[in-house]
């Protein structure tokens, strides 16, 4: 895989990131251990989890693989996340420095390690101010529990908010986003795509399929049964499905797909890797897998590449229209053609 700067610092990582919220729930042990192992031969170097991946369960994992590969988990990049409940107490979840000091020192057990390359805070907390996070990560940095943070699940006015929050303070930056992105989703690209290229900020999108919906498996005439992300109650994200199952983009983008995977010889899932991990500002895509074969699939995408016509198809197919107000005439467009000559 190839290798590119994690944010604005000067750390390489994988173009593709081992996501392992499957491990301990999905997965068991011995199959996580196995996508490591592959996901390692393959060439990745960033691995992604959080706290309350199968509540704790998916750290350990790591953790333990890390101790029985010493020689693979010298060069890997490891990541995780803390925000969320992991007790029931009030100061249990949130970003607050009191919350945040016992998520850290728990992660850093779970893991066996002392120190960890890329803490991200997992959300927005919009009852604990931005300062504080900052200067608990500030802190954190100074004592060499993290090298770096990031963040999860943001907009585009809340990073710009932390990263001058941040200036003012004289402390470091966040490095990454962590936000839900894929040719069904480019929502973003409104206002948190160009302010992680303002601020210099990778992003590492999530959901990069589309919870299946990009892998060729669903179709207009029939709903989603058995094995799929939805799980096998058929009720289980059924408002979402049709939500998406709904809508003429959706078939447009899928038909789009399908048709660049047919000329390209690939799967769709592996079109729709491919054209995420060249958006802009994109550092790492998160990968996420339930079997080694489903890993080993998906990390073909590496090796794909589109002509241009390609390209254009499924941006065309999945682009999102942008209010006029205040994209249109009076900000963006304007802009834009006063600087392009008036064209």
């Known amino acids: 895989m190839r290798q590119r700067l994690l944010g604005h610092s000067g750390t390489a990582v994988s173009e593709y990131a081992l996501g392992t919220m499957t491990f301990g729930a999905e997965s068991d042990e011995a199959v996580s251990h196995a996508m490591l192992d592959a996901y390692a031969a393959a060439g990745g170097t960033l691995i992604d989890t959080a706290d309350v991946y199968s509540a704790g369960e998916s750290e350990r994992i790591v953790g333990r693989w890390l101790a029985a590969n010493p020689d693979m988990a010298e060069r890997m990049v490891v990541t995780t996340k803390g925000r969320f409940p992991m007790g029931k107490g009030p100061n249990d979840v949130g970003l607050s420095r009191r919350h945040l000091r016992r998520a850290l020192a728990d992660s850093l057990e779970r893991l066996g390690t002392e120190h960890i390359d890329l803490y991200q805070f997992h959300a927005w907390d919009p009852l604990t101010p931005v300062d504080e996070t900052l200067r608990f990560a500030d802190d954190a940095i100074r004592a060499g529990h993290i ?19 941040a200036r003012a303070m004289g402390v470091p930056q966040p490095v990454t986003l962590q936000p839900q992105y894929n040719l069904l989703a480019r929502e973003l690209e409104f206002e948190v795509v160009p302010a992680a290229e303002r601020y210099t ?38 408002e979402a499905y049709d939500r998406k199952a709904t809508s003429d983009r959706t078939w447009r983008v899928l038909d789009a797909v399908a048709s660049v995977a047919q000329e390209t010889g690939a799967s769709p899932a592996q079109v729709a890797l491919a054209w995420l991990v060249e958006r802009p500002a994109v550092t790492s895509v998160i990968l996420g897998a339930r079997t080694v074969e489903q890993l080993e699939a998906n990390m073909a995408a590496a090796e ?7 390209r254009a198809a499924l941006d065309e197919a999945s682009a999102v229209q942008a209010p006029d107000y205040p994209y249109g005439e009076l900000g963006i467009e304007q802009r834009s053609r006063l600087l392009d000559g008036g064209r």
């Open 147 to 165: 090298a770096y943070y990031g963040w999860s699940n943001l907009t585009g006015w809340q990073l710009a908010e932390i990263v001058h929050t």
């Open 201 to 238: 900020v990778g992003l590492l999108p999530w959901g990069p399929l589309a919870g299946g919906w990009l892998t060729g498996k669903y179709s207009r005439d029939e709903r989603p049964t058995g094995a799929t992300r939805l799980g096998e109650n058929p009720n289980r994200g059924m």
């Open 304 to 310: 794909l590449t589109f002509t241009p016509e390609q």
